[in-house]
Every structure is written in structure tokens, then in C-alpha cells.
């Protein structure tokens, strides 16, 4: 709809396309039209003209505000960006140009103001031939009132844009040098201005705001103690009385006190800084009423305490005054969030207190940390005037809120246990549990809310509760079994059982009617306190096991009637629960009870196998094999091994049931993976033992991944080689393994090789895994074998998807198969010596296999090299750099320097025209081949890593199209084995 501007003027014809486009963006009712608009737009903020005709516009008296502000922003962008679109005489030209736009909007726009000040300082970072930028930026804009802003927005940005080295054009050590030049080179003249500014008697009140900002900003740049000892002091905490000028100062006290974290560095400034600080405390009361006031002196109080803690613990009294105006913040409740501030400040003085050293400082702070834990119980209260069924008005997001908020304030209640013992923080819940019944007692009327916030509080407090605890625990526990019945009681008190289960684990006299109230539980119609029931009972069955062997029959009895009537995922914990009890029955008892647990499972599954389903019916098998899983992965005891495993031989009699479910309905996935899981679990639950079912199981992976062509039976396969393709297999054993998965890799091959790899990046992924086991555990026979060069085919193709967990995986499995080609076998060997005895061999990798390796990679190697330029430079997820550069490392390591420097070269010229410079790439060849020379690989990795941060900082933008080397093109993966 509009052309490209190909002129470098300011004509009307030039600037019509521009204008037209802001136009529809802004104000165009059609929808395509606008997007039409910007897309024209971002085309003409890439482009070289841009430089110019925004000059333009900027320069233009009549032009609309929106189009200036346009063309502001795009030159800030451009400064960024595509500072390299100028030559080098031109660059001071663009500073000129700027420095004369700033002074003709000394009157404003503000928003042109912040985006000419952002280009000047990102030009400051890059044009390093620029000397004396900041004078020259203070001189250009006068030294008049109205030129005041001007400055100080400038001196604001400049430290913000330089905290990020990542967005400019500059290596690490040049940006380094250059941030050093403006900032620390000039921290001293900056202050001295902010100082006069203060001082000068014409400067306006509303330029105080950006004083403090400006003053912030420099803070990491100034000593602290020359602010401390000037003017701007006093200026700044008198600025707290001032309502326009409240939050500026607040940040700046804030960021100030932060500074000083460090405190042995800090010594000379803190005692100043504190004394400023302690006198607002009569503000927390005076602003009780004001929510944003109290929450700027909750900020000031808590960073105080968090940049403070170590000199509280080592000067307890002279720093109490602190603690309790923190304590006093915390105790507000108009709004929570403000509490929040304070709850990292008592984590960290608790780590510091329970420390030996501080035992005096744990003592002065006890009392202050159990008026905390009742502070905290008043905030875990439920709202009074709701609904019990609707506590929050329908406000879904504001109940998770505040459910995520009592969370928090548990964690803080565990810190207050660890300063002042847990009895007698759990004495105060306790006190207030039993004076809500002694009222109730008396006729009084007691909200439900009084009783549920302090055993919530119980329940999180209970990880600090001493297992032989008795002084408090016992009475607690007799306590709740007398409290009203009410659905969120019933629920705080199941889950509190379900969290003390170690302690009853050791006080068996209170199981059985914890355990009785915890299974009266299911039968609610409540969905809440039957999950609460069912993660009790998991507990239970977990730490108290050894007290509930004779109880078996009965919660088989309960297992079965309660099965069918709770949520899946409550059926989940109690499935685990019941587990961990049959796990610890005899083992001459075990497949019985195995037998009276899973055998309703399997016969539900056969009913279902037998039967068509739909979409559900096939998630319902799959959630049954869930509750099989369960079983075979907590039930596995340890058997001598030449005697019979029962669950082995109970297993053994439910594989026809999986081999049945994955025949008539392995088509549906989560059947599918729920049974390969299920697989997993019994190869890692039964190692050995499982051998005499690896056969039928390996052929059903295979036999299942050639019908339904899942990820999961790859997964699956690569657990069989990792568990059984190890030196404690026989001979047998590892040859048969071997053949199963060349032959599931082979099928896998075949499979990609006739679809589009970037739609099943999950097979691959699986595939990658599966052929990296292959490696680690047969790298003698894989390197030679003709699954090798597929592999490396196919990791190279993927490379250009962009798919990033496959991409991950095949750079390790790279990794994996081409430090085969170097003397020292990246992982220890098994080997067995005459006697039979094994150990571990760290000798060189035999030469035929190195020859192999460093084969693949000549034959390769110059494209390989590209497309992993390509993937560094463009495409792969920036977690995945340091690994392929591990891998590139390698590749250079196997070839000779001349075709290293050849391969790197070839790559460097087929980058985009003008993305780097002859000079930039000598300077990086010379530093690959000096790397390679001394066989430095820090040194080396350094380099590529540099580089690559360096060239896509400043070619791959994020307006950036290019997605790969010019000929790192994609490959289609072929395999004809």
C-alpha cells in the first residue's frame, strides 16, 4: 500500500508515505489496514533513509506531535541497532544533529525530550572517540532555568542505558572502558550539578523530582558518603513531607540504604543513615489511614532491615528500635501486600540468629518474634463479611491471592520457630484454638475464621516441631477432635494430621483417632477434605507404616469403598499412601497384597480393553495404569538374588493386560504413554530382576513404535539400554540389547526420514535420547555401526527447525559422538581383567575409532561448521550456546589449523554484506587460530562466545529477518538403511 522511501530528503513525496501510514496506525478503523501500516512502519525504521528523514520530521515546525515522536523513538532504536548503517564520518554528524534537536525542544514535548536524551546516550556508549560527551551535552542545552530538565534527563538515562552491555555494538572489555569513562569519570561533576541545582535559588520545585531520579541513577557511581555529607541529604528525607515529591524521595532513601549492604564497607555512612531512618518511625502511626504512605515507609523500614540484618544480630540493642518499627509495618492490615515487604528482613535475621555466635542477639529478639506470630495469625483470617460459600465476592483471583499469601506468612511463622522455639509458637495457635472454645463454652458466639487461622498456623509450623515434643503437641492433638464441625475447620485440621505424621510416627497412642478423623473425611460430599484426607492418609501410610502392618485388611476394606467416590487426584495420594504400606509388609506377604490391591485395577482394565471407547473411556485407562505405576514404582523391596522376586512374578501376570491395552487401544496417547511410563517404572524398580520380562516388553516397544509411531516407545527403549546395556549385564544381555535398539533407532530412522522433522520435534527428541544411551553405553560398537552417520545427519537437519529441546538434545548427542574422535574417552569404560574383577578404564579410545570420528567430521566439517555458526548467530535458544560451542570446540580439535581457519573463514564470508568488517573478522580468525595453536580451549570457548555476543548484538536485532548463514540451508533428512 506504500512504497519504500528511497529518498534521503524531506519532500513531500518522501515524507506523504509515512505521515499516511501513522495516520491509518493511530486512527484507521480497518484492521488490516493498520497492521498494513505496521508492518510498511518497521520496514522504514530498518532501512538506511530512516537517519535522515526522521531528522526531518523532527526538524519540521508543522508536522504533527504523533509523527515526531515516531520519528524520536525510531532514531533511539536506530542508535541501538543500526549505528553500523553509518559511516564513521557520519556518526558525528548524528551527534550534532542530535544535540541541536535537544536544544530546540528545551521547551518540551517531554516525551521527545526522554527519547532524544535515550539516542545521546546510547550514541555516548558506542561513539567512544566522543570525549567529554556529558559536558558537551550540559553546554549544548545552556545554562538557563528552563534548560535544567534537559540536563537532568540526560544524566538520568545515561547510567540506566549503561547498565546493559548486551544492547550496544561494543565488546565486553571495550564497553567496560567506555562505561568507566562516562560514569565513574564523571560521578563527581554530576553530583557537584545536582548539588548547585539544590542550591540555586531559580530552580523550580518540580525539578526536585528529577533531581532525586538523576540522584538515583548515579548512586552506584558516587560514593555514598559524599551524598551522605551533602546537602542532598537533609533535602531528601525533608522531602518525604512533601506529597509531590514522596515517592522520588522514598526511591532515593530506598536505593541509598541499599548501597550499604555491605556494612563493614558501609561503617562511616549507616550510623547517619540510621539515625534518618529511626526518626520516621512516628510516621507509621501518623499515616496508618494512608495506604501509599505506609507502604513507602514499610519499603524504607524493610530494606533497611534487609540491607541491616548483620548489624542487628551483632548489636541487638542499638538496633531493637529497628526491628520493632518493622514488626509495626507488619502488623498493618489494610493491605497485605504491604506486610509482604517486610517478609524477606525476617528470614534474613533469622538465618543470622540461629547462628551459635548470636545466641545473645537470638535471646533480645525472642520476644519479638512471638508478637510476630501473633501478628501473622490475625493476617491468616479468613474475611469475616462473606459468605462461608463465597469468602470473596466470586473473586477467583483475589481468594488465590490470598491463599498464596497465607503460604507466605507460613513460611515466615517457620522463621519465628526457629528464633523462639516452636513450643511456643505453637502455644500461642494452641491458646487461641482453646480460648475460641472456652468461649463457645460460655455461650458465646465464636466465627468459624478465629478457630481456622491459628490451625492453619499449626500446620505450618509443624517441619519445626521437635519429634519429641511434649509439652505442647499432646494437648493440641486431644484439642482437635473437639472443634466444631465446619468444612474449613475439618479441612485446616485433616491437612495439620496429615503434616505431624513423623511426630505421631513416634506417639503411635494418637494414631488411631487421627486416623478415624481422617477417614471420615472421604466420606464428604466436600471435594477439598476428601484431597485433604487423601494426602493425610499418604502421610500416614508413609512415616507410620511400621504402625499399621496389622491394619492392612481394614484399609484394603476402606481402599476399595472409597476408590470409586473421590477425585483422581485424591485417589492418587491415597493410591500412594496405601503403597507404601504394602511396601512394607514381608516380603513372603507381598504378592498377596499386591495381588488384593492392583488385582481390582487389572480387572476394571480388562473389562475396559475389551471394550470400544471413546476420548474419556481411553483417559480412564489411562488414569488406572496411573494407580499400576504407582504400585510398581513404590513397591520394590529388596530380594537376595537368588531367590524369586514376587513383584516380578506378580508383574509378570499383569504384562498381558499391557500388551492387551496397547494392541486394541495404543492409538489413543495417553494410553499409550501411561503403559511406556509404566514400562520405565518397572526396568528402574526391579533392575535385575526384571530381566526374564525385558524380552517381551523390548519387543513390544518396537513392535508398537513401527503401528503408532510415539514418542514415548523411544523414550521407553532408551531406559531399557541405559538400565540393562551396562556392565551389570552378562554378555547375553548386552547383545540383545544392542540389537533391540539398533533395531528401534533404524525403524525411527525410516519414520523421519519420510515426514517434515519440524512437526514431530517430540519423536526426535526421543530419538536423540535414545541414540545417546546408545553412546554412553556401546560407544565401541555404535561409532562404527551404520546408525552413526544418520545420527549425525539428522541432528545437523534439525538444526534448522528451531525447535529447541530437539536442538538441545542433538547438540549433546553431537557432543557425545565426537569426543570419540579425541585420545581420552569422555566417560570411564567397565572393564573386566582375567579374575573377572571390574574397574574403571580412562585409557586412550582405540585409533580405528578416533579415525572414524575425525572422518565423519572432514567429510562434514565445513558445513557442519556453518550450521552451527548459523544456529550460534541466529536460531538456537541463547541457554543452548555454551553446549554447541563445547561441540564446535570439538570439531576444531579433530581437524589440522589450516583447514580449521578455512572452514571458520568460508563461514565469516557468507554472513549477510556489512554484518562484519574485514578487520572484525582477522581479529577473530587470528584469535581461533591462536586458540587452536595452544590448544587453550578456556581461551577458545571465550572467543567464540564473545563473538557471537558481540555480532548478535549488533546484527540480530529484534527487527531482525534473518534466520540463518546465507548456505546453512535446510536439510532434509534421507535415510536409505
Request: proline share 5%.
Amino acid at each position: 500500500m506504500w512504497s519504500s522511501a528511497q529518498s534521503t530528503t524531506s519532500d513531500d513525496s518522501t515524507l506523504a508515505p509515512i505521515l499516511q501510514a501513522l495516520s491509518a496506525l493511530y486512527t484507521g478503523s480497518n484492521k488490516q489496514t493498520r497492521e498494513e501500516a505496521g508492518k510498511f512502519l518497521q520496514e522504514f525504521q530498518k532501512s538506511p533513509e530512516a537517519w535522515q528523514i526522521c531528522n526531518s520530521i523532527l526538524s519540521s515546525l508543522t508536522l504533527p506531535m504523533e509523527s515526531k515522536l515516531f520519528a524520536a523513538q525510531t532514531l533511539r532504536s536506530k542508535v541501538i541497532y543500526d549505528l553500523h548503517q553509518l559511516s564513521p564520518e557520519e556518526q558525528p554528524q548524528l551527534r550534532s544533529s542530535l544535540l541541536s534537536l535537544l536544544a530546540q525542544y528545551r521547551s518540551g514535548p517531554r516525551m521527545i525530550i526522554t527519547q532524544l536524551c535515550l539516542s545521546l546516550a546510547n550514541l555516548a556508549l558506542q561513539l567512544t572517540q566522543w570525549k567529554g560527551a556529558v559536558e558537551e551535552v550540559i553546554n549544548a542545552c545552556g545554562n538557563s532555568a528552563a534548560a535544567t530538565p534537559i540536563v537532568l534527563e540526560f544524566l538520568k538515562v545515561l547510567p540506566e542505558e549503561s547498565g546493559d552491555g548486551k544492547k550496544v555494538l561494543l565488546a565486553d572489555d571495550e564497553f567496560k572502558i567506555r562505561t568507566e569513562e562516562l560514569l565513574q569519570g564523571n560521578a563527581m561533576q554530576v553530583l557537584n550539578i545536582l548539588i548547585a541545582y539544590v542550591r540555586a535559588p531559580d530552580t523550580p520545585q518540580s525539578s526536585h523530582v528529577l533531581i532525586f531520579e538523576c540522584l538515583n541513577s548515579w548512586l552506584r557511581e558516587v560514593p555514598l558518603a559524599t551524598v551522605v555529607n551533602s546537602p542532598l541529604l537533609d533535602l531528601i528525607f525533608q522531602a518525604l513531607d512533601n506529597v509531590d515529591l514522596f515517592d522520588a524521595a522514598t526511591e532515593c532513601v530506598c536505593s541509598m540504604i541499599r548501597e550499604t549492604k555491605d556494612v563493614d564497607e558501609s561503617m562511616d555512612v549507616i550510623p547517619l543513615l540510621y539515625a534518618k531512618v529511626i526518626a520516621l518511625r512516628p510516621q507509621i502511626t501518623t499515616n496508618k489511614d494512608d495506604v501509599e504512605a505506609f507502604r513507602n515507609y514499610t519499603q524504607i523500614f524493610s530494606d533497611a532491615g534487609e540491607a541491616w540484618h548483620m548489624l542487628v544480630a551483632r548489636q541487638p540493642k542499638q538496633f531493637r528500635p529497628l526491628v520493632e518499627a518493622i514488626a509495626e509495618c507488619a502488623a498493618y492490615d489494610d493491605d497485605l501486600e504491604v506486610v509482604q515487604f517486610t517478609f524477606y528482613f525476617w528470614y534474613l535475621l533469622k538465618q543470622m540468629l540461629v547462628l551459635d555466635r548470636y545466641e545473645t542477639a537470638k535471646r533480645e529478639m525472642k520476644d519479638i518474634y512471638l508478637s510476630l506470630v501473633d501478628i501473622l495469625i490475625a493476617h491468616l483470617h479468613y474475611p469475616y463479611d462473606e459468605s462461608d460459600d463465597n469468602l470473596f465476592g466470586n473473586n477467583k483471583e483475589q481468594e488465590e491471592k490470598f491463599r498464596a499469601f497465607r503460604h507466605e506468612m507460613g513460611d515466615v511463622l517457620k522463621d519465628c520457630c526457629a528464633v523462639a522455639g516452636a513450643p511456643l509458637c505453637l502455644k500461642k495457635a494452641y491458646s487461641k484454638v482453646s480460648d475460641c472454645l472456652q468461649a463457645q463454652s460460655l455461650g458465646e458466639t465464636v466465627r468459624w475464621q478465629d478457630i481456622e487461622a491459628p490451625i492453619f498456623s499449626m500446620r505450618a509450623m509443624a517441619r519445626e516441631v521437635d519429634l519429641d515434643e511434649t509439652e505442647v503437641l499432646p494437648d493440641t492433638m486431644n484439642l482437635l477432635t473437639r472443634l466444631p464441625e465446619h468444612k474449613k475447620i475439618r479441612f485446616a485440621v485433616t491437612l495439620v494430621l496429615g503434616r505431624y505424621t513423623e511426630w505421631t510416627a513416634k506417639h503411635p497412642e494418637y494414631l488411631e483417632f487421627q486416623l478415624n478423623y481422617i477417614t471420615n473425611g472421604f466420606y464428604s460430599n466436600d471435594s477439598e477434605i476428601a484431597g485433604a484426607a487423601a494426602q493425610s492418609m499418604m502421610h500416614f501410610c508413609r512415616d507410620c507404616g511400621q504402625h499399621l502392618v496389622s491394619y492392612i485388611d481394614q484399609l484394603h476394606a476402606f481402599y476399595e469403598k472409597v476408590s470409586p467416590q473421590i477425585p483422581l487426584e485424591s485417589l492418587y495420594d491415597l493410591t500412594d499412601g496405601v503403597a507404601h504400606l504394602v511396601a512394607v509388609q514381608p516380603v513372603d506377604r507381598l504378592y498377596a497384597s499386591l495381588k488384593a490391591f492392583v488385582g481390582p485395577i487389572v480387572e476394571r482394565l480388562y473389562t475396559m480393553a475389551n471394550a470400544a471407547q471413546d476420548e474419556a473411556g481411553c483417559r480412564k485407562i489411562a488414569d488406572e495404569v496411573e494407580l499400576l505405576d504407582t504400585f510398581a514404582r513404590l513397591v520394590h523391596p529388596f530380594v537376595d538374588r537368588d531367590k524369586p522376586n514376587p513383584c516380578v512374578q506378580f508383574w509378570s501376570e499383569v504384562w498381558p493386560l499391557i500388551d492387551l491395552l496397547l494392541e486394541t487401544h495404543g492409538e489413543a496417547i495417553p494410553i499409550s504413554e501411561r503403559c511406556c511410563k509404566f514400562m520405565r517404572t518397572l526396568m528402574y524398580s526391579y533392575r535385575n530382576d526384571f530381566f526374564s520380562m525385558l524380552g517381551p516388553v523390548a519387543e513390544k516397544l518396537y513392535l508398537c513404535f513401527e503401528k503408532y509411531h510415539y514418542g514415548c516407545y523411544l523414550w521407553a527403549s532408551g531406559v531399557a539400554v541405559r538400565e540393562f546395556g551396562n556392565e551389570y549385564s552378562d554378555g547375553n544381555m548386552q547383545n540383545a540389547v544392542w540389537e533391540f535398539a539398533c533395531r528401534q533407532s533404524i525403524s525411527a530412522f525410516k519414520y523421519v526420514s519420510k515426514v517434515d522433522i519440524g512437526d514431530v520435534p517430540d519423536i526426535i527428541e526421543d530419538l536423540f535420547r535414545l541414540l545417546s544411551n546408545l553412546v554412553s553405553s556401546y560407544p565401541y560398537r555404535f561409532i562404527p555401526s551404520e546408525l552413526c552417520k544418520p545420527s549425525i545427519n539428522l541432528v545437523t537437519a534439525v538444526f534448522a527447525t528451531e525447535k529447541k529441546e530437539p536442538i538441545f538434545t542433538g547438540i549433546d548427542l553431537l557432543h557425545d559422538i565426537f569426543s570419540y574422535g579425541l585420545n581420552t574417552p569422555p566417560v570411564s569404560t567397565i572393564v573386566f581383567n582375567d579374575s573377572g574383577d571390574s574397574y574403571y578404564d580412562n585409557a586412550t579410545v582405540p585409533a580405528e575409532i578416533q579415525n572414524l570420528v575425525k572422518g565423519l567430521v572432514l567429510n562434514d566439517g565445513e558445513m557442519l561448521v556453518r550450521q552451527i555458526f548459523s544456529g550460534l548467530l541466529y536460531s538456537f535458544p541463547r541457554e543452548c550456546v555454551g553446549d554447541t560451542t563445547g561441540v564446535l570446540l570439538v570439531v576444531l580439535q579433530l581437524v589440522d589449523l589450516p583447514r580449521v581457519v578455512q572452514w571458520v573463514s568460508s563461514t565469516l564470508d557468507a554472513l549477510p554484506a556489512g554484518a562484519i568488517l574485514l578487520p572484525e573478522k582477522m581479529r577473530f580468525l587470528n584469535a581461533i587460530e591462536v586458540g587452536v595453536q595452544n590448544n587453550d580451549l578456556g581461551r577458545l570457548r571465550r572467543q567464540i562466545m564473545d563473538f557471537v555476543g558481540w555480532y548478535t548484538r549488533r546484527n540480530v536485532t529484534p527487527r531482525s529477518e534473518i534466520r540463518r548463514i546465507g548456505d546453512a540451508r535446510d536439510l532434509k533428512f534421507t535415510y536409505g538403511g
